[in-house]
Structures are given as C-alpha cells and as structure tokens.
C-alpha cells in the first residue's frame, strides 16, 4: 500500500528471543561482572530491592529489571545481534537517565473485576480505575497472560484496570507500597457501589516505564465477593474519592477501622458468621459504651431520611441485636452507615448529635447524599 514500509524495512522483534532465553543469559559470566558493577551503584538500589529478598534474588533483580531490558531493546533496536555502537549508546543513555536521575516514575496496574466504568474515574491518591487496552499488562509483562482474573476481558464488568502512578525523588529507596494503597481503594468502590469489586489477584509494576515487579495483591482485596456487578457512574466515582480521601481517619480511629473491616469480611462470610460480623461492625461504629441497641437506633436516624423510614430500618436491624441471623438488606444498611460515618469524619461528636436527635432536641445530622444531591 503506499505509504506503508517496503517488506525489506520490516524488521523482526528480536525482544521476545530474549526473552524466552533469560534464565540462560543470566547464568552468563559477562551477566554476572555487569552485576557486579551494578551492585556498586548506590542509585540502582531501588532496582535492586524490586521486591526480592537475600542477595542472590537481588542479583536477579538487577537483572530482570536493568539488564534484560537493556539487552531486550538494543537486539529490537538492531532488528536483530549484529551490534551496533550507536543503538546501543542510544539506549544505554536512556537506563543511564532512569538511574541517576532525580525522579522515579513509578506504576503499578491491578485487573479490575465486578465494574464497568465508561469513563476513566480518578479516585484520588494517584489512583484511577479506567478500562484496559488489549494486550497492555502482556506488553510489559509477557507472563501476566496466565495470571489475570479468569474471564478477564470477556465482560465490561471484566475489563478495567486499578492504576497507581506516582513520582519520587531518586533519593527514596523504596517504592510506593502498591498493595495497600490498591487495597484501600478496593474497600472504596465497595462503599460507594455495593459491587463485587476486586483487584488482582496480582499487581503488575514498573519503574521508568519498565516492568520493575510482580506481587500479590492483599487477600481481602484480592477476594471476589458474591453479588451483581454494577456500573461505576460519575456520583459513586465522587463517593469512591471522597471515601478513599477518609479512610485514612481509621488509622486514628481504631473502633471505626474494625468497623470498616468487619463489614468487609462480611462480604465473604456464610451464616451465622455474617451476622456475627456485621453485629460486631455496627457496634463497633455506633455503639459507643452503649451497646448494639443504641447503634442501631443509630444506624436508623443515620441512614433513614423519613420517620417511617427509620422506623423500618430499625425493625430490620432487630435480627442483630436480638442476637440471631441478619435479615435481608442489612448488610447495605451497614454499609450506608459506615459511608456517613466516613464522610461526616468527627464519629464522637456524630454520635452526640444522632442522640440529640433521638431525644428531639436537634434536627437529625445531613446526610452526605442529601449535601450531595444539593449540589
């Protein structure tokens, strides 16, 4: 066709050959000097510690993450092993940057199940979920073919991506830690939508645009729960930001964090551990010194906009605190309460103030749909 390459332009892609012979070359000699000459680069610790531990898996990680590459793309840039000096200055100029640069480009890609998502969503803390291209985790990472999510890119619910990027001073030795920070915005999709979101059950990593590692995301994340997947529209994309934005306040908080946990290990649980669970949740976040009673007269001025509603809310929450199974809904009925109690961020004096309302001396507090359907 005109304008395309000649046939004798084309060029064969000699990184795969590389590729499918690493554990070879690493067992080189010259591998192993031009290990040895990394080792004594204070910059390519970052490189170094790429997850491994001991030093034989540092030299491998020197290896996977410097070298192998550096060979991988002067053989592409060559169109084959005839050297060429000036590719490969070319090239070495551009791993010459990543390591002594002043900054580190960092990534890390998680697939994404039980959403679909239009639209790319920025959640804040560098992280957004948007929908993957074909082929873009085995571009980096030829294995991730046999490590996604089974049926991974056959559903719209079954093709995003978590991403983290980030960007760090050359002075920081360790990287972002991808796995809790993936976690924590797992917890807030699952919040905001009700979805059976979950990420991984690996996490995919490069440093400089080039793959730096592979690790397991943590379980709780990794975990799909039962349910109907859902769609993640621009109001529960806020949500999901605003909550990721929270979370945080748990660390602070310790009765709010077991809240937030167990309402999650609910998700996974059969009865009576469900229940159990979720009672230990409620009270745990509006419960106080007063018991599971009074968190669920809580709950019910929390999350029920009317009087018929909150009294309808608390007739169903009479399962858990009469001590027996859980009936329908409730677990959503949490789940919305663990919401408010997130956004309205000050969890004593929002307990004072559902008091106040329970005894009629004050309005009930607004709730965060109400602020934000009013916007």
């Known amino acids: 066709m005109p304008g395309d390459p000649s046939f004798y332009e084309l060029r064969p892609l000699a990184r795969t050959y590389v590729d499918a012979r690493a554990d070879r070359l690493f067992k080189l000699p010259d591998t192993a000097a031009a290990i040895e000459e990394l ?31 550096l060979l991988g793309a002067v053989a592409d840039a060559c169109g084959g092993f005839d050297w060429d000096d000036g590719v490969f200055n070319r090239v070495y100029e551009e791993i010459e940057q990543s390591l002594l640069g002043e900054r580190h ?77 993936l976690a924590d915005a797992v917890t807030a999709l699952r919040l905001a939508t009700a979805a059976p979101v979950a990420a991984g059950p690996i996490l995919f990593e490069r440093l400089d645009w080039r793959p730096y ?16 997947p859902s769609r993640l529209d621009e109001f529960r994309g806020r949500l999901a930001r605003d909550l990721l934005e929270r979370l ?48 669920a007269a809580r709950a019910a001025v929390l999350v029920g906009d009317r009087g018929k509603d909150r009294g309808e809310l608390f007739a169903s929450l009479r399962g858990l605190t009469g001590g027996g199974r859980a009936e329908a809904g409730v677990s959503d009925v949490v789940r919305r309460a663990v919401v408010e109690v997130l956004m309205h961020g000050d969890r004593a004096g929002l307990l004072s103030r559902l008091d106040e309302s329970l005894l009629g001396l004050s309005p009930r507090p607004v709730s965060y749909f109400a602020v934000r359907a009013a916007v």
């Open 39 to 69: 080792e004594r680069e204070p910059a390519a610790r970052i490189f170094a510690q790429a997850h491994q531990t001991g030093r034989r898996n540092e030299e491998r990680a020197l290896y996977r993450t410097i070298l192998l590459p």
């Open 105 to 181: 480009e960092y990534g890390a890609a998680a697939p994404l199940v039980g959403l679909s998502v239009p639209v790319a969503v920025e959640l804040g803390r560098d992280i957004v979920v948007r929908m993957s291209a074909v082929g873009e985790l085995a571009a980096y990472w030829p294995e991730a073919r046999g490590l996604l999510p089974t049926g991974f890119g056959d559903e719209p619910e079954r093709m995003c991506i978590l991403e983290l990027s980030a960007v760090f001073p050359a002075s920081q030795e360790e990287a972002p830690d991808a796995p809790a920070e």
């Open 213 to 228: 590692g592979i690790r397991p995301v943590l379980p709780i994340a990794a975990t799909e729960p039962g349910g109907e």
């Open 248 to 295: 945080p306040a748990c660390d602070a908080d310790p009765e709010l964090g077991e809240a937030v946990d167990r309402w999650e290990l609910s998700l996974f649980a059969d009865e009576p551990f469900r229940s159990e669970l979720l009672r230990e949740s409620l009270a745990a976040l509006l419960g106080g010194t007063d018991g599971l009673w009074a968190a």
